[in-house]
């Protein structure tokens, strides 16, 4: 079982819509949780960290669920700027653990 | 000027070749790490270094080797490339003290072994 598991997708969305991706660990010490962004095969950004009361930046909301070990990060109101990939990202002994990512188009 | 650098972008190289993958960062961070990835998997750590002094294996460490010259700098060979090396190589930094351990990645280098 990998680490962190993702749905690849891709989704594809009309723009404006809205759409969640999740993601599980299997890691119940992971102590830090991310969601990281990544256009077509460039680097890997920061897109928000995710806190356990759930948190908001601008139309991105994530969650976090630790009983249940599972990571959510909603997408409302999509852009067409928003086409990327999507990677759940958590921490183990210092380091970062990657899932796969969601790949998500958004269509005009 | 980008903060983490990496070099070559991009390298097409033969079996068997010995190849050395470079990463220099003016960050002044103190970790930094090695990655692949390979189409529709996350990226898998190689290497990292928590200090000059410090290196360690990451979860595919199997072929590869690392040095980390001075803080800035942390490189990544290959002794006797194998196709299935070929990938997307991330270099990234983090800085210990900073918050959530978010780390900055390089525009990465793209390796093909034929």
């Given at each position: 079982r ?88 958590v ?6 653990i ?6 998500l188009?958004?269509?005009? | ?54 290196i ?7 072929g ?51």
């Amino acid at each position: 079982r990998k680490e962190v598991e993702q749905d690849p997708g891709p989704f594809n969305v009309p723009e404006g819509a809205t759409v969640a991706f999740n993601c599980t660990y299997s890691n119940s010490a992971s102590q830090s949780f991310f969601w990281y962004r990544q256009d077509c095969r460039k680097e890997p950004k920061l897109l928000m960290s995710v806190y356990s009361s759930g948190n908001e930046d601008g139309r991105f909301t994530a969650q976090l669920n630790r009983a249940s070990q599972y990571i959510s990060l909603l997408i409302r109101d999509s852009k067409l700027s928003d086409s990327a990939t999507y990677l759940c990202v958590v921490t183990a002994g210092g380091k970062l653990i990657f899932g796969q990512g969601t790949e998500l188009s958004v269509k005009p | 000027d980008a903060d983490v650098t990496q070099t070559p972008r991009n390298r097409i190289t033969k079996t068997g070749k010995r190849i050395m993958l470079e990463c220099s960062q003016t960050k002044g961070h103190d970790r930094m790490y090695w990655y692949r990835q390979d189409p529709g998997l996350g990226l898998q750590l190689i290497y990292y270094s928590f200090d000059v002094k410090d290196i360690n294996k990451g979860e595919i460490s199997d072929g590869y080797s690392v040095s980390r010259q001075a803080q800035a700098k942390f490189s990544l060979s290959l002794e006797s490339a194998i196709p299935n090396q070929t990938a997307l190589y991330f270099c990234a930094t983090s800085d210990r003290s900073g918050s959530y351990n978010e780390q900055f990645f390089g525009p990465g280098t793209r390796l093909t072994v034929l």
